[in-house]
């Protein structure tokens, strides 16, 4: 079967589960997973009973298809993702971006934990993605071309919504967030880096550094998808800064950055059109 009848056959089940129009996507990643549970849900899809779905394996992505409301809006949620790390394809890795798209959405927020490379961050803090450099070994696009899908060639120039970020700005800076911008790097994982690796990231212009995420923005901007991408500031990987890590200590600080992404998300949902 192609990759587009497997696209067609999970859209047609989730639909008949949740028929109702969807134009949000947000995917609940590291740091946003109990924003989760302050979405008003309508229905509830575990990943592995959507036909070709893949399945998380990741301690903390619980790997469930939320539709529902928030902020008044409705939305789907992805609480979970797929990383290339898991041993998926980057077909697999971008295959519910391909399905969100299918069913409607115009918008993602997408969100991660990372490590901070630029020295004014520090554990928990929450930065705002600006641009991302891809160091994956493979592209989501390489292979089979489908006009369905968009442009052979998508542009990049703005991979994350310039209107969104100013609008997330503008808010944070209402409520006295204190919230970076950056640029994001994705790599393949799922070792953390040696001081000599984040001393190259950070030399070719990162500012943090993680395991997602890229691949499914350039799905989506391929397919026309908005995309706003925020980041919680785990561990650093800063000269003299650097220590040892334990996913417990991972996730405690991305507890600490949550409050103030999902309160930016659930304001950016609000004013969306």
Known sequence: MNYLNQI????????????????????????LGKLGDQITIAQEIDYADIPHFPVSTVESHSGKLIFGELSGKKVMAMRGRFHYYEGYTMQEVTFPIRVMKNLGVKTLCV???????????????????????????????????FEEFGPRFPDMSDAYSSRLIAQALGYAQRKGYPVHTGVYAGVQGPNLETPAEY??????????????????VIVSRQMGIEVFGISAITDLGVEGKI?????????AAAAKAEPIMADVIKELVRVMD
């Not at 859209?11 to 134009?23: A, D, G, L, M, R």
């Open 111 to 145: 969100s991660n934990a990372s490590g901070g490379l630029n020295p004014a961050q520090e554990v928990g803090d929450v930065m705002i993605l600006r641009d991302h450099i891809d160091l994956f070994p493979e592209n989501p696009l390489r292979g089979k071309h």
């Open 199 to 216: 001393k190259y990231i950070r030399s070719i212009g990162a500012d943090a550094v993680g395991m997602s995420t890229v691949p499914e």
């Open 8 to 31: 067609a056959e999970a859209t047609k089940y989730i639909q008949s589960h949740f028929s109702e129009p969807v134009s949000i996507g947000i995917i609940l990643g590291t740091g």
């Open 243 to 251: 220590k040892a890590v334990t996913i417990a200590e991972v996730l």
